[in-house]
């Protein structure tokens, strides 16, 4: 089984910056995906950000590009999501997914694919 721990969420007012991090422990994935999708209050799970197993791919949703930025630390199975220029609609309950295979910067949008999930982390955004 893997485990998915995630750190970093907190309250912070607009403008602001939070760095989360999702760790990875238990069986070894490899090769490994990962992603964060985040589930505002009311609404469904969105994806956010992911790091693919393969080469190191990265894409981002619209309504974050150019303020957040997933990066993974393979030797301590860490992916990171610095978010920056926090707005009230980025206010939600922020997933950790991963699953064993390559994701293109298309398919790691789908939820469906990713078989382990962490418990979350709370980001509250206060204008």
């Known amino acids: 089984q893997v485990q998915l721990i995630e750190s970093g969420g907190g309250l912070v007012q607009v403008g602001g910056s939070l760095r989360l991090a999702c760790v990875a422990s238990?069986?070894?994935?490899?090769?490994?995906?990962m992603a964060w999708f985040r589930q505002p209050p009311g609404k469904e799970r969105e994806f956010v950000a992911g790091v693919s197993w393969l080469r190191g791919a990265t894409g981002h949703a619209d309504s974050v590009k150019g303020r957040f930025a997933v990066s993974k630390d393979n030797a301590n199975s860490t992916m990171y999501l610095q978010m920056n220029n926090l707005k009230p609609e980025d206010t939600a309950l922020y997933f950790c997914a991963a699953m064993s295979g390559a994701t293109t910067t298309q398919s790691m949008r789908a939820r469906r694919l990713y078989n382990y999930w962490g418990q979350g982390t709370q980001v509250t955004v206060n204008s």
């Open positions: 238990g069986r070894t994935l490899n090769p490994i995906s």
